[in-house]
């Protein structure tokens, strides 16, 4: 079975641009988060999307919006870009992504570079 | 303000002994402990982890121990092998609003010594 896949892996862009980020998570996974992770940090939480609808968002601006198709796949947007908007974005998916002990299964990420 | 700590960003250890690997946390809300592990040009991938009902679980050559009352928790790693070298990162699983999401330290960068 595919992993979590995410394209492109890596992608530039300059200040002003927008974005968008693919994810196709594992089959029969419906849960697609979206953690943002800036050299020398852990990932943080952006979205988690379930079911096509948005079940939360982390502390980031209203220039980051997401969504979630039918078939479970997601896109991030990102509008306006910044400097500091450079980082390694990472998709995780999970099956209902509620349960306390429920792993998440990441992809290797779509690193971005704005300049 | 950083809920979960790791306040050493990197480790060196012989093979063949123990790594242990430290994670502070500030929330007491949080009810699950993960640790993930990092190769570069990779996504994180789940290690082990432990419910906040717990203070040990052990999976092979990993264990966790999680300590309530100092909101610390620990990766044991026994005997470290030169293909654990990555970064290791902890998080914390809690509920926002009805939304799960895992807060994560800052990583700590293992690496085994042949």
């Known amino acids: 079975d595919a992993g979590v896949t995410q394209s492109p892996t890596h992608l530039i862009k300059t200040r002003g641009q927008q974005v968008t980020l693919r994810c196709s998570p594992i089959s029969g996974h419906k849960s697609v988060s979206w953690y943002q992770q800036v050299l020398g940090q852990g990932p943080q939480f952006i979205f988690q999307?379930?079911?096509?609808?948005?079940?939360g968002r982390g502390n980031f601006p209203d220039r980051f919006s997401a969504r979630q198709f039918p078939n479970y796949s997601s896109e991030l947007n990102v509008n306006a870009l910044l400097l500091g908007d450079s980082a390694l974005y990472l998709c995780?998916?999970?099956?209902?992504?509620?349960?306390?002990?429920?792993?998440?299964?990441f992809g290797s990420g779509t690193q971005l570079s704005v300049l | 303000d950083q809920q979960v700590k790791q306040n050493s960003p990197s480790l060196s250890v012989q093979e063949g002994r123990i790594s242990i690997l430290n994670c502070d946390y500030t929330?007491?809300?949080?009810?699950?402990f993960l640790w993930y592990k990092k190769y570069p040009a990779e996504g994180p991938t789940f290690l082990i982890s432990?419910?906040?009902?717990?203070d040990k679980n052990e999976d092979g050559r990993f264990t966790v121990f999680l300590n309530k009352s100092a909101k610390h928790l620990s990766l044991h790693i026994v005997p470290s092998q030169p293909g654990d070298s990555a970064v290791y990162f902890c998080a914390a699983s809690g509920l926002s609003g009805s939304a799960r999401q895992l807060t994560f330290g800052s990583g700590t960068q293992l690496t085994v010594l042949p």
């Open positions: 432990i419910s906040s009902i717990k």
């Open positions: 929330n007491s809300m949080f009810d699950y």
């Open positions: 999307y379930y079911e096509k609808e948005e079940r």
């Open positions: 995780a998916s999970s099956f209902i992504g509620q349960s306390p002990g429920e792993k998440l299964f």
